[in-house]
């Protein structure tokens, strides 16, 4: 029988061995691999800013729009202006034509002062007093003072209206000479209308604030005279009337120029950039998509009437500012607020960097078709939304990889 000597057995088990240890290392290797793997989950998600988009509450007509689209704005800048008035509304042409007979009634009573003051004059001679003669003079001074009150306000609130209507005419005769549409003498004779309107309503107010002066002095002289002198009810009676009619217009005009106050904070409104930002295209719907011409409606015109609500413009903030991904079935246990993660870009130039899980939604959603594996296949997942960190440079609706730490 052949022996075999130790060395001879020791080597033979050492080339034994080896493979052994070699293969439970790579086993070991592996299985770290895979734990460590579904430890670390690696999902996509998509940078996104705040985007915003501009309308009324009210039906109204695009006046004009200040910006263009992909036109970088800041936050307070002035975008667009509407007309909250529509055309068939005409509310100028309402309230001018309730003025008119306003100022046709004061016309008429101011008429009917003059054969009542004489009237009362030629009560005087049957009067043994003449206190009776200063008590018609102070009365009629009191209503000619306010009928005078009346017809300044009358008139300075119809040209208020026409005033409007030229600075109107005038900014859209700017607007068209800027587009070399009209030429300069358009704009210099719509502006010196204006100029001389504005000049007339200026002299009337300082007029009407003389009438009101008049008038508080031409009461407190009635008022004095009542208190020391009897009372003369004929006098009283026959102006009565009178009173009543002009206590009526000014009441008429009151309720008028509170509407016309109305009327200009209605008129022009400003539409103004709630965020700094970049002017995109209108968000549509699928199905409206399919249907409209290449362009149409991707940023609204002047002359547009919009319905309430029915958006004007879009601004999107021009740097994200949060990541927006979605876990599946698998990976919900591993997602949780406040969780460090790692994010990498992948364009150039790329970048690594290190932010946190800001919230967790509580259901699951439908990605987005990008994010499917199989665009034919819809998927779901449980949306988590990640800060951008300072210094990652993104553009929004850029794709983003996520991993956990």
């Known amino acids: 029988m052949k022996m075999i000597s130790p060395i001879s057995y020791l080597s033979r088990l050492r080339r034994h061995i080896l493979p052994i240890l070699v293969w439970l290392s790579v086993v070991a290797c592996v299985v770290g691999l895979f734990t460590r793997r579904s430890q670390r989950f690696e999902v996509v998600g998509i940078a996104r800013g705040q985007v915003r988009q501009i309308a009324v509450n009210c039906p109204a007509r695009l006046k004009t729009v200040h910006v263009q689209l992909f036109e970088n704005v800041k936050k307070g800048q002035t975008v667009a202006v509407v007309n909250t008035v529509l055309d068939n509304e005409q509310p100028r042409v309402e309230l001018q034509a309730r003025l008119d007979p306003i100022l046709a009634e004061i016309e008429h009573l101011a008429a009917q002062l003059v054969p009542t003051q004489d009237d009362l004059l030629a009560d005087k001679a049957d009067r043994e007093t003449t206190r009776l003669n200063d008590r018609r003079r102070f009365s009629i001074d009191v209503e000619n003072a306010r009928v005078q009150i009346l017809s300044l306000r009358s008139q300075i609130a119809s040209d ?192 690594i960097a290190t932010s946190q899980i800001t919230h967790v939604g509580p259901t699951m959603e439908l990605m987005p078709e990008r994010l499917w594996r199989n665009p034919n296949i819809p998927q779901w997942g449980r949306p988590v939304v990640i800060d951008v960190p300072e210094g990652l440079e993104l553009v929004p609706g850029e794709m983003v990889g996520i991993r956990k730490l």
Do not use: C
């Open 160 to 351: 208020r209206i026409i005033l409007e209507d030229l600075a109107m005419e005038a900014k859209i005769v700017r607007d068209l000479l800027e587009q070399d549409a009209v030429a300069p003498y358009e704009l210099e004779k719509t502006q010196v209308q204006y100029n001389a309107l504005a000049k007339k309503i200026e002299e009337n107010e300082h007029l009407l604030e003389q009438a009101k002066s008049d008038l508080e002095q031409n009461q407190q002289r009635w008022d004095e005279y009542a208190r020391s002198h009897p009372f003369h009810p004929s006098v009283d009676d026959a102006l009565e009337v009178i009173r009543k009619k002009i206590g009526v217009q000014e009441r008429l005009m009151d309720g008028l120029l509170a509407q016309l106050e109305a009327l200009k904070s209605r008129e022009a409104l400003e539409l103004k950039a709630p965020i700094d930002g970049v002017v995109i295209p209108l968000q549509q719907r699928a199905n409206e998509a399919r249907l409209r011409r290449p362009g149409e409606k991707i940023l609204r015109r002047p002359g547009e009437v919009v319905a309430a609500g029915e958006p004007i413009l879009t601004i999107a903030e021009a740097r994200p500012s949060e990541i927006i991904a979605y876990v599946g079935d698998r990976q919900l246990g591993q997602v949780e607020e406040k969780m460090l993660v790692e994010l990498i870009k992948d364009r150039e130039p790329p970048q």
